[in-house]
């Protein structure tokens, strides 16, 4: 039988999605499964954008532009440019979501044993995307009891080689909630100069920030035209995780060129889904701070129903809508699938995600769970219950 590539099986499962048949199986038999494994907001799509969709009337579905169209670029430029980033459209690249950004990010920056910087823990997928674009991910460890706050310029400093060809960032961040502060962002564009390697961020969770904080863009530090690349996407902000449309923004124009090959190399965006972003735009602003307000709320009462579990220690995200906790256990993994198959409470379960996917250190975060506040409060505080009741069972089993 041929053989799959050595690339193929070292491929990592996805800690957010692994245990997807296991949560069916349950529901299956009739069991709630309390979903605070993705980030898959419950809150409505703005209107706007899906009837931008219903009120087309295309005689022929055809090809887009491989870096998306003029008229969403532009309009993007735009609305950037509300946020303190001045860039033109000639500096964006419209990509199938936030994901294939940083695939093309990476495939236009590295080559095959290069090496990139990122804190951990970090969004799991860049372990993926790692893997499949040959480059390695060299680890910063950030940790619980410090909030998961930006470790050290000089623990940075000392992991620089000549294979590395950047630092990534996601802020705020994906699976922790920590913003990155200004005076953070300008020690890493001071260390990014000084090596002369580029700055990515992530920074697909800009509109929620909260307790009076705000978001600096890598886009708006000055001196970094050239180092700075931002990876975006419409799935968070408007709650259309299903449209698949992300893009590159950095005014560097080699970076740009290079990722435009890669997009025609897949030829173009999904044509619905950009009208429905570029309608998207056009959400007003109560819209957004209707959000913001639901998330403060959601976030008040999962970090207190955590804290009031006994063993848990969690952190306060600033942003983004997750936190990572640690649970008096060994192994989440064993944990988070035995909460799917062996265990519910008056005919509910919840369905976590295993922290050690978000690392690339073997053997860190396996007592910790990243759990998304994307659920309505009343269902926020029943899937609190459950999972206390859980706790208790399964420590004392073990």
């Known amino acids: 039988m041929p053989q799959i590539s050595k690339k193929g099986q070292a491929m990592p499962h996805s800690p957010i999605r692994k245990l997807v048949p296991y949560a069916e199986r349950a529901k299956q038999k009739g069991i709630k499964v309390y979903h605070l494994n993705i980030g898959q907001p419950d809150i409505e799509t703005p209107k706007i ?19 998306g169209s003029s008229t969403y670029r532009k309009k993007l430029a735009d609305y950037y440019k509300k946020h303190g980033i001045d860039v033109s459209h000639k500096d964006i690249v419209v990509t199938t979501g936030g994901s294939e950004a940083l695939i093309f990010t990476i495939g236009s ?22 893997v499949s674009s040959g480059v390695k991910i060299v680890p910063v460890v950030s940790d619980i009891d410090h909030n998961f706050a930006l470790p050290s310029i000089a623990e940075f400093e000392k992991l620089i ?18 913003l990155y502060s200004k005076e953070e962002i300008e020690q890493l564009k001071a260390l990014v100069l ?3 390697i580029f700055l990515i961020a992530d920074e697909v ?14 886009m ?3 001196g970094l035209d050239d180092h700075a690349i931002m990876v975006d996407s419409v799935s968070k902000r408007y709650s259309m995780c299903g449209a698949r449309i992300g893009c590159i923004v950095s005014r560097n124009q080699e970076v740009i060129a290079a990722s435009v090959k890669f ?19 056009d959400t007003p602003d109560s819209y957004f701070e209707m959000v913001s307000r639901e998330y403060t709320e959601r976030r008040k009462v999962l970090l207190g129903g955590l804290q009031k579990i006994p063993g848990i220690k969690v952190s306060m995200p600033k942003g983004a809508f997750y936190c990572l906790a640690e649970l008096p256990i060994k192994d989440s993994d064993d944990f988070a699938q035995w909460l799917l198959e062996d265990f519910s409470l008056d005919g509910a379960t919840v369905m976590v995600a295993p922290a050690s996917g978000f690392y690339s250190t073997p053997g860190v975060g396996k007592n910790q769970v990243r759990i998304a506040y994307v659920l309505k409060k009343e269902d926020l505080e029943a899937a609190l219950k459950v999972l206390a009741k859980a706790l208790e069972v399964y420590t004392s089993k073990s």
């Open 49 to 67: 954008a899906l009837d931008a969709v219903k009120n087309t009337d295309l005689k022929i579905l055809e090809y887009t532009r491989s870096d």
């Open 109 to 130: 920056i590295a080559d095959a044993g290069d090496e990139i910087i990122i804190p951990e823990p970090f969004y799991a997928n860049y372990n993926g995307i790692a």
């Open 161 to 178: 080689t000549a294979k590395t060809r950047a630092i990534v960032i996601c802020n705020p961040g994906n699976p922790t909630g920590y």
């Open 194 to 196: 000084k090596h002369d």
């Open 205 to 218: 969770y800009r509109e929620f920030v909260y307790d009076g904080y705000t978001h600096h863009s890598v």
């Open 220 to 222: 708006s530090e000055p």
């Open 263 to 281: 997009a025609q190399a897949r030829l173009s965006p999904p044509t619905y889904e950009l009208i429905a972003a570029e309608a998207a735009l």
